[in-house]
């Protein structure tokens, strides 16, 4: 079994900054993928972006440029450098980790506003 934690969300005013983290515990092995998903209210689930255990990432359109992931094998943590934040970027941001399944975090609440 896998349990994965979030950590870093908060409010934060438009243009500015915050790093989420996600904390992996139980048997995940050395070869998986990590990945980051949002959901704003009223809105169905997406990908943020992704990286595998060898370090190669994937982004959405939207998070290219302005996030990025990375993790740390050895702490197993994955991080998301979140900058120039927008208001659209208000969500619950999910950590998730897929091995043979798909597991998920409880998800950290990020919110951008003035």
């Known amino acids: 079994q896998v349990q994965l934690v979030e950590s870093g969300g908060g409010l934060v005013q438009p243009g500015g900054s915050l790093r989420l983290s996600c904390t992996a515990s139980?048997?995940?092995?050395?070869?998986?993928?990590m990945g980051w998903y949002r959901q704003a209210p009223g809105k169905q689930r997406k990908l943020v972006a992704n990286i595998i255990s060898d370090g190669r990432t994937n982004y959405a359109d939207y998070a290219r440029g302005r996030f990025t992931i990375s993790r740390d094998n050895a702490k197993r943590t994955m991080y998301l450098q979140m900058n120039s934040l927008k208001p659209e970027d208000t969500a619950i941001y999910y950590c998730t980790m897929t091995l043979m399944a798909t597991y998920w975090g409880q998800g950290t609440q990020v919110a951008v506003s003035s």
């Open positions: 139980g048997s995940i092995g050395s070869i998986n993928v």
